[in-house]
């Protein structure tokens, strides 16, 4: 996430409708922009949600009650201990995950061990899962077929052991990646003068390191939180009857029907993720002002017993997560686990065990390509207008902001808000329900936050007298804008789209409320499969969006190599 | 200096119409007044330099004659019209930037040609017009490099090239040379004072640098705090400052505190110092500045000299290369001191050193007296 934070002037003073005077034809087409985005914005992220906060105080006839949800929620014990059993996994999760990751990001920034690309290509690896993979893994490995059940020693894989397991290897990137940026931003010259004191190690750790690194593992901390609560295919695959709070909502409205009460439970998971997201933004704007400009970058020194100790721990890291993934890639080609090991292609027959197979997989496909197409579009138009826009500036202060929502609604949260909102005849907006249209809307919404910092970040970095000069010469902001700005961001768009696509590739929890048999995507079908014990044919079709997410990954890298070589020309002297 | 009759015009008679008519400016952010009620003429063909300290409104102002930023209220005429509320991309100017604002993803050629492409002129009619700007910023042959492949000073030609190549009634100059090193910068300074010369092109620039506005304006706006200080031409602004302002931001100054004694007198310690009070505003018993140039403590040949002669010692000295700067205690029982720059020939002339007692004089034309309490004289 970057820490790209915008700061709008306002410009006070006049009065508001005065400034109209000033307004040119390009400032109608800008305002003419942001509106439109700011309505799409209204209608698929606040009206939605404040339909799912009306159902809270509903009953199931659509009278007013009050609290009176919240307050049967609350005395019924089984959710309740949901909130109990949620928060122990998270905080588990959160501070074994922030443990490991650590230690990793220290092994990839301050050591001189070998191999350091190809560990931080591999701590990447589930990103490009769908979080059920992990969950059925494991299963293979611990559960009741399990191949190494007996190294749990009696205990069962279905519940709290097995969800954290498969969390950590969920989330361990996320948390990775803000790591390794709070340790990189560092000033070497503290080093020195510790050094030059003569501090011992530990101290220079305690003095320097922790603190510079302390708001981005605070950050990470968030984050991994965040994740483990909201996250909904792992404990649904491997949490046996242990309840949590992203599978009640689920229960509750896939399985009992009951929209009031999954409005809710939905809301009780918007308080710790909001929460979160509040801590994270003040965090963020602490660490950007951490690191000066002038600021020397920390090169390690060789040390052979700290760089071989943390190649063993990489090593090791590197066997839980390859070994995750190699198990699922095993199950799904081993012919009849674990009783016959011979590879076979016979699980990847998806439309054998299931009406919407492959059907499914290409959903996803159309699905997340739409998303990264689309969504690139919106997302780059939206940014530009909050960063090089004139004028308007309390509608870009406001439009930043809704920009800035989404990343704290949970996807469970805004698929069930989608249901309440779009599956009401009345709505104008309802034709849209149960069609691809919807799915694409939803998970651009959804991970639309990450996106539009990426790309306010790469903007601002575009000199912002552009436009201005643009005026002077009498050439239209849009035309400088396709003609300098969209050739100087395509490494942002580039990344951008990708995110999109993989996301939208391996989401599960956002969707599974608003799919219909015809968009069924590859994500829900893994969840299907595996819920009707095909768990072969379950791997296999996660491995299918593993292979795709890898292949579009692989590009993206291939032209960013081409970017930079055509950018280099830009550059150089 | 004034080669063209039209600037000699504007000087001595009442022109038919400015080029550029600032009415009553006035911007504000929220409570923060940028611009405080600023009016200002500026003529065709002139080069007017914006000065004054960051934040004293002099890039507010540039913005607001480019319609980049609109004034919250008042009135702003180009060549007559009311140009007031009209967007940027309707006015008249070209515009270099501090950062000069390149499109870094275009060649030299393709970015000087930005504004062209847009007119629907002949590819070949473009293709001349970008040459011959190229030759005359002394670029000529570097149309297909990248921005990235010039220096700053280059950059900053290619800059001006752009913003000349659609032939703009008025060329805005925002601290164009700040991010040049100084040698780049004095020479690009004599360049661009040349060019404007040349082309005759009405030029407004921003800086802070003082030198800079005296070497290339026809005519200096100094501004603090939102307002205008002062306007004039360099000598005038150098040579009679109207506020201790003006006198503390431009050169060097000394500023003796003192009293008037009767008038055209001023007690400065035990010193008696003659001053020239033309408009008659000093009372008998006014606490008043009395302003000197370190420049204008003369030493040389003052026989004949009565008026405003004092001895002195040297306190200190400060060589500073092609002059030496002095401390001078005023003596007389007051700890008062006072600077003053004497050449190094003179330093060899009169063998000056550290504790040397010697005459000087103030000559009455150099001194500005200002009341004590007028605003911006220094702690």
Redesign the interface.
Known sequence: MSAAEISV??????SRWA?L???????WIMLGGIAAILVALVAFLVLPLYALFKKSVEDDKGNYVGLVNFQEYYESPGLLQSITNSLTIAVLTMVIACFLAFLYAYGLTRTCMPFKKTFRAIATIPILAPSLLPAISLIYLFGNQGLIKGLLLGESIYGPIGIMIAMVFYIFPHVMMIMVTALSTTDARLYEAAEALGTRPSRVFFTVTLPGAIYGIVSAAVVAFTLTITDFGVPKVIGGQYNVLATDIYKQVVGQQNFSMGAVVGIVLLIPALFSFVIDRHVQKKQVALLSARAVPYHPKPHKARDMAFLLFCLAMTVFLVGILGTAAFGSFAKFWPYDLSLSLVHYDFDKVDPNGWSSFFNSLKMASMTAVIGVVVIFLGAYFVEKG?GFARLRGFFHMLAMMPMAVPGLVLGLAYVFFFSVPENPLSFLYSTMAILVICTVIHFYTVSHLTMLTALKQI?K??E?????????FY??MF??HV??CLPAISEVMMYLFVNAMTTVSAVVFLYSADTKLAAITVLNLDDVGDQAEAAAMAMMIVATSLTVRVLHGLLMRALNAR?S????? | MARKPGRKAAGNEQPQQPFLEIRNVTK????FVALDDVSLEIHEGEFVCFLGPSGCGKTTLLRAI???D?Q??GRIYQRGRDIS???????D???V?Q?Y?L????TVERNVS??LV??KVGRKAVNDRVEELLTLVGLAGSGDK????LSGGQQQRVALA??L??S?GML?LDEPLSALDAKVRERLRHEMKELQRTLDITTIMVTHDQEEALTMADRIVVMSDGRIEQVGSPVEIYRHPVSPYVADFIGAMNFLHGKVMRKGHVKVGKMDIAVEDHTGQFKKGDQVVVCIRPECVAVRDLGRVKTNRYAMAIRDIEFLGSYCRATLAVGGGSDEELIADFSINLMRDYKLERGTKLNVAFPKDCLEVYHSDARGIPA
């Open positions: 002037t306002s410009e006070g003073g006049s400034k005077r000033h307004v040119g034809r390009e400032a004139q000199d007298e552009f201005s000069v643009s005026a002077s010469l009498k050439v239209p035309k400088t003609r300098v050739p100087i950018h020309a830009w550059r150089t002297r | 504000k952010f929220g409570d480019a319609g980049l609109f919250t209220s509320d009209v967007p940027p991309a309707d006015r100017f070209g515009i930037f950062s604002a499109f870094p993803n275009l930005y504004g847009n007119r990248y921005p990235a492949a752009r913003a190549a659609t703009p805005l």
